[in-house]
């Protein structure tokens, strides 16, 4: 059995890590502040968003990553990487310190979660109906 899919959608994942991480990097530098934000709500923004993603992604991959090895067809493991994707990308760019509830940082997180919720259902279905 080969485990290749979720290798695709973590590598996808990993672009938006790496922009998420230097957004935050570009930003210390520019507001010269080493830890934390101060009263940079800017930067407290980029924190975010690069923490809320690093809180998500690794046990959304690894739950996908236990789904693919079980034997989740690829339409199901498709499905589970596509809504991870585009939580990923939704919800930074409705997460705003000013904005408690946004559509896309809702949908973002229900995508999110709902890629997890489909991972755990196949591995539980593949698992006791085999």
Same mark, same amino acid.
């Given at each position: 059995?080969?485990?290749?899919?979720?290798?695709?959608?973590? @590598?996808?994942?990993?672009?938006?890590?790496?922009?998420?991480?230097?957004?935050?990097?570009?930003?210390? =530098?520019?507001?010269?502040? $080493?830890?934390?934000? #101060?009263? #940079?709500? !800017?930067?407290?923004?980029?924190?975010?968003?690069?923490?809320?993603?690093?809180?998500?992604?690794?046990?959304?991959?690894?739950?996908?990553?236990?789904?693919?090895?079980?034997?989740?067809?690829?339409?199901?493991?498709? $499905?589970?990487?596509?809504?991870?994707?585009?939580?990923?990308?939704?919800?930074?760019?409705?997460?705003?310190?000013?904005?408690?509830? $946004?559509?896309?940082?809702?949908? =973002?997180?229900?995508?999110? !979660?709902?890629?997890?919720?489909?991972?755990? $259902? @196949?591995?539980?279905?593949?698992?006791?109906?085999?």
């Amino acid at each position: 059995m080969t485990l290749h899919l979720t290798g695709l959608y973590a @590598c996808a994942l990993t672009v938006i890590f790496i922009a998420l991480q230097y957004n935050v990097i570009f930003k210390r =530098g520019a507001a010269k502040i $080493s830890i934390n934000y #101060d009263d #940079d709500m !800017q930067l407290a923004e980029k924190i975010r968003r690069h923490g809320n993603f690093i809180e998500t992604v690794p046990l959304a991959l690894i739950l996908m990553l236990s789904a693919e090895s079980v034997g989740a067809s690829a339409i199901w493991l498709h $499905s589970i990487g596509a809504l991870l994707l585009i939580g990923r990308i939704l919800h930074p760019l409705g997460l705003k310190h000013d904005v408690m509830v $946004s559509p896309l940082r809702i949908a =973002g997180t229900m995508a999110t !979660q709902f890629s997890m919720f489909t991972s755990i $259902s @196949c591995i539980l279905w593949l698992n006791f109906n085999a």
